[in-house]
């Protein structure tokens, strides 16, 4: 799985980091979300598509290999 974060979709919700904080985080001036393992383990594609879902911009896209 790969996360694809559209940056400028981000409406700095912060759900994301709320749900999976081992994969997004906020930028401290903005708010905007921050991807910070693009290429999750296998035990958080959970968390990954529960960001993804949670997401009220739909910024976040998961790709499955």
């Known amino acids: 799985m790969r996360v694809e974060f559209d940056e400028p979709r981000c409406v700095a919700a912060g759900q994301c980091a709320l749900v999976a904080p081992d994969l ?6 903005d708010g ?3 991807v910070l393992e693009a ?3 296998r035990e958080q594609h959970d968390e990954a598509r529960e960001a993804a879902a949670v997401c ?3 910024a976040i ?5």
């Not at 997004?24 to 001036?29: A, H, L, P, S, V």
Request: aromatic share 4%; charged share 40%.
């Open 56 to 58: 009220p911009a739909a």
């Open 24 to 29: 997004f985080d906020q930028r401290e001036d």
């Open 39 to 41: 290429e999750p383990s």
């Open 32 to 34: 905007v979300a921050v």
């Open 61 to 65: 896209r998961l790709v499955e290999e």
